[in-house]
Each structure stands twice: as C-alpha cells, then as structure tokens.
C-alpha cells in the first residue's frame, strides 16, 4: 500500500486510539494476596456519618484491629479526600481503605497512599482515573433513590420517603429513622470532582456488590467490580449493606487484611 501524508496520520491516530482503548478500558491485573494489616480505615458517602460503620467496627476491635472512621466534610472531593489522608497518615504499619458508597471516590484517589495495603469498596463508586462517573452511571439504568434528592441551595440530602425506602430498604424501620435523622448533608459541588489516580490499579481489591440495591445500579457495581479483578462478594442487601450486612462485610475485610476471618 503507498502511504501519503493523510493515510500515515490516519494510521498513527488509530494506533493511537488502539492503544487508548486497551490500556484504559482493560480490567486491572489480578493482584497476589494482600500483605496483613491491622490498621483499618472508613469512609463514609453521602447521606452518612462516620458513625454508619458502627456495627463493624464492633466486630472488628475485638480482633484486635486499630479502626478509625474518617468524618467525611462531603464539601468538594479535594477537601474530602485530604480528611482521609490525614486519617492515613496518623496509621502505623499497614491499612485497609473501605469506602461506601461515594466514599469509593476517597478509596479510589487516597487509596494511593503508602500506608494502604489494600482497598474494599462496599456497593460504591470505583471511577478509573479522571474518568467522568457519572456519564458512566447513566449508561445503566437510573436507581430510585436518585429522584429522592433535594437541595436546600448547594446543600443536599434524601427525602425521608427515599431514605428509608431507596437507600435504607432492608435496615428496620426504627433504626433507618434513626439514621434519616442523622443524615449528614452534601455540598454539590462534591459531585463534580474527578479523581486523578486509581488505586485499585495497583492495589489488591475487594467489592461487595449490593443486589437489591436502589442506590447504586447492582449492574453497575457488578462491572466495576469485575473492570478492577476484584475479589467480589454479592449480598442480598440495600445500599447499606455494613449495616444489615455487618459480618459478611466484615469477614471481606479481614481477608483484606491478610487474615482469616
């Protein structure tokens, strides 16, 4: 074939976007078995406080484990993520980065930290690095709970209907209150941050998929789980899973960990 000036940058742009697609789009390589750890770190997402991861640290300590759970601001993602480095920098040793829900965003850019030896997203957000996220979500199905968000200006926050019904679905009635009452509201400018790196590209992964989950598409959590070689555990379970969940998300962890639970 002769090759003049157009078919040459013709062929050198599709090499180009060759290598784009199986570089970026390929699922990140299985990761060995992670080294042990006893220092655990959490981050919360929206409509949450530090205090939803209660019900697994209660497991978690008596194993020994030193816990924090970061109190997420929920202002802008470079404000957030700075409050989880901090909490990473205070650990000695080793650390398991868990995120729910968009607290994976957190797992995701400060899961590069030297101390994390692992990350485990439970039902959450796994962007790759500056990927937009949310045109991504829209390529599933829209969860209900979406349209169960109001603002009050730049603030946000879930109606008490999608609260106890989309993201607290199988937690009891009484306890699921509780929580709508302690919900801690987002800024929206929150939501336009993209992270830069991706932990869960050099880090061993773990996720657990929420199946009856009406706050993140099941679908979605499924394939980003699968993009990142990620150990996966499904649960029947709302979005809350650490909290109608507890043991399971707890025993994902501790293998996190590097320990048999």
Not at 93 to 100: A, C, D, K, R, Y
Request: some cysteine; glycine content about 6%; aromatic content about 8%.
């Amino acid at each position: 074939m002769i090759m003049n000036r157009r078919t040459f940058a013709a062929t050198i742009a599709a090499g180009a976007a060759a290598t784009l697609v199986s570089t970026k789009g390929m699922a990140a390589p299985a990761i060995a078995k992670p080294p042990k750890a006893k220092n655990i770190v959490f981050v919360h997402g929206l409509f949450a406080d530090g205090s939803c991861w209660s019900d697994v640290i209660s497991r978690l300590q008596p194993k020994g484990f030193n816990v924090t759970s970061v109190q997420n601001p929920l202002t802008t993602l470079p404000d957030s993520v700075a409050a989880a480095e901090r909490v990473l920098a205070r650990q000695d040793g080793s650390t398991v980065l868990v995120g729910h829900s968009f607290g994976g965003m957190l797992v995701t850019q400060a899961g590069t930290h030297p101390n994390v030896s692992s990350v485990v997203y439970i039902a959450a957000r796994a962007p790759d690095a500056n990927e937009d996220f949310a045109a991504l979500a829209k390529t599933y199905p829209t969860p209900p709970a979406s349209a169960g968000i109001v603002f009050d200006g730049d603030e946000g926050r879930l109606t008490e209907k999608a609260f106890l019904h989309d993201f607290a679905g199988d937690i009891p009635k009484a306890r699921a209150e509780v929580l709508y009452a302690t919900q801690y509201p987002f800024q929206k400018a929150l939501l336009a941050g993209k992270v830069t790196e991706a932990a869960w590209r050099t880090k061993p992964s773990f996720y657990a998929v929420s199946t009856e989950d009406r706050t993140i598409n099941p679908d979605l959590e499924r394939f980003l789980a699968k993009r990142m070689g990620a150990k996966t555990i499904e649960l029947k379970s709302s979005h809350l899973s650490m909290i109608s969940h507890p043991r399971e998300v707890t025993e994902l962890i501790i293998e996190a960990a590097g320990h048999k639970a």
